[in-house]
């Protein structure tokens, strides 16, 4: 059974904090994303990765960065967080093109 | 641009009515298209894709998709409350870049 984890479903931190979310799939899928969900704006694209070391901007890179040192680990990283960076973070993987979503985490910022 | 548009909703039909969601893209070299539905509180699950000019139908679905008007529907018949949910239209672009609409909430009141 597909299964992509997410390592927190929510988490509290405060305004210029080092922020790290943690997705990991266990079906050895090439590509990796990693998205925030708000209210009426929708998925919007952060990051992908279609290899190891590899990553590609999405729509909106602007605060974050990414690292995938492992095929099965696709991490985000919010160098110093914004309360506009409060937001629902999706990480989906994909083989061909089905995504498989993981649980989400709701991120706050203080 | 790599854009997805859909109508925002919400959409709301009795039960057993067909309910009709809609989206456009912009990118002409698009391949590949996908329909989403996230409940509630929950991760997007795939629940249609669709890759050739034409209709495809799954049960009580059905996809459509127009690349000459660049215009991907579904047709969701004898609608059910548990059709309640978020609609999300998804292009895969070249590259496996994969980005989403914002959403069209149906409700199916009983």
């Known amino acids: 059974d597909v299964k992509v984890t997410q390592s927190s479903r929510y988490l509290v931190k405060r305004t210029g904090e080092k922020v790290f979310l943690e997705c990991v799939q266990d079906m050895d899928h090439e590509n990796m994303f990693w998205y925030r969900q708000d209210p009426g704006l929708g998925l919007r694209l952060i990051y992908f990765?279609?290899?190891?070391?590899?990553?590609e901007k999405g729509d909106i890179p602007e605060g974050y960065s990414v690292s995938r040192e492992k095929k099965e680990r696709f991490s985000l990283i919010l160098e110093s967080a914004s309360t506009n960076q409060t937001s629902m973070y999706l990480c989906?993987?994909?083989?061909?093109?089905?995504?498989?979503f993981g649980p989400g985490t709701r991120l706050t910022v203080l | 641009q790599k854009e997805v548009e859909q109508n925002s909703g919400p959409l709301s039909v009795p039960e057993g009515a067909i309910a009709s969601l809609n989206c456009t893209y912009s990118d002409r070299g698009s391949q590949s298209f996908f329909w989403y539905r996230q409940y509630s509180g929950k991760s997007p699950e795939l629940i249609m894709s669709i890759y050739s000019n034409g209709d495809k139908e799954d049960g009580r679905f059905t996809a459509q998709l127009n690349k000459a008007s660049q215009y991907v529907s579904l047709l969701i018949r004898d609608s059910q409350p548990s059709d309640s949910a978020t609609y999300l239209c998804?292009?895969?672009?070249?590259?496996?870049?994969?980005?989403f609409g914002a959403g069209t909430r149906l409700t199916v009141k009983p």
């Open positions: 989906a993987s994909t083989l061909t093109d089905t995504q498989y």
């Open positions: 990765s279609y290899d190891v070391k590899m990553k």
């Open positions: 998804a292009v895969m672009y070249r590259n496996n870049d994969m980005r």
